[in-house]
């Protein structure tokens, strides 16, 4: 099966502080995603990557950025956190090329406070 | 971009009752349209997927239809059991070049009743 692990399920952090979200996957897969989940607003894409080194803005980008740096692991950056990020982190992966499915894998999850 | 529409937010049944599920989307480019049930405290996963070559998909309980003409697609539970219950998201986008970057609907969150 394959596993998405997120380094954190609850996080704690001051305004001002740099934050790290870590997730690791364990099936090759090329893509990973970030996204930010809040009530009654569903998943909302940050950044994704097709490949190491490579990233592309998602939809609400700013305040973030993100560092891949080996296939299996996707971070995700809060350069000076702030109480408006304060929301559920989901990492995600996917395959693409000719083994792509299109499915994409979850993490468990991410509980960012912002105090 | 891809806009998603997901009614209801939040539905609530008796277990044995049916839940619909509707979504609408925007791009007529899309062509792959995924539902990812999120239980309690795990991350979405996903439960079914239809292609727009396909009107109807259905595995056991679930299944998921697909107008492209009216640009909608629907989740049906039927036989509605306590352990459905969980948020429910669908997905939109067309597929390039073997990725996919989906816009997801907001959630309903489904409640089955004993």
């Known amino acids: 099966d394959v596993k998405v692990t997120q380094s954190s399920r609850y996080l704690v952090k001051r305004t001002g502080e740099k934050v790290f979200l870590e997730c690791v996957q364990d099936?090759?897969?090329?893509?990973m995603f970030w996204y930010r989940q809040d009530p009654g607003l569903g998943l909302r894409l940050i950044y994704f990557?097709?490949?190491?080194?490579?990233?592309e803005k998602g939809d609400i980008p700013e305040g973030y950025s993100v560092s891949r740096e080996k296939k299996e692991r996707f971070s995700l950056i809060l350069e000076s956190a702030s109480t408006n990020q304060t929301s559920m982190y989901l990492c995600?992966?996917?395959?693409?090329?000719?083994?792509?499915?299109?499915?994409?894998?979850f993490g468990p999850g991410t509980r960012l406070t912002v105090t | 971009g891809e806009n998603v529409e997901q009614h209801p937010s939040t539905l609530s049944v008796q277990e044995g009752d049916s839940a619909v599920i509707k979504c609408t989307y925007s791009?007529?480019?899309?062509?792959?349209f995924p539902w990812y049930k999120q239980e309690l405290g795990k991350g979405p996963q996903l439960i079914i997927d239809?292609?727009?070559?396909?009107g109807e998909k259905k595995d056991q309980r679930i299944a998921v239809t697909l107008n492209k003409t009216a640009k909608h697609f629907s989740l049906h539970i039927t036989e509605t059991q306590p352990e459905d219950s969980a948020v429910y998201f669908c997905?939109?986008?067309?597929?390039?070049?073997?990725?996919?970057?989906?816009?997801f609907g907001r959630g309903t969150s489904l409640i089955v009743h004993p």
């Open positions: 239809i292609r727009s070559n396909v």
């Open positions: 791009d007529s480019a899309s062509n792959y």
């Open positions: 099936m090759d897969h090329e893509n």
């Open positions: 990557s097709y490949d190491v080194k490579m990233k």
């Open positions: 995600a992966s996917s395959l693409t090329g000719k083994r792509a499915t299109y499915e994409q894998y």
């Open positions: 997905a939109a986008s067309p597929t390039s070049g073997g990725s996919y970057i989906p816009t």
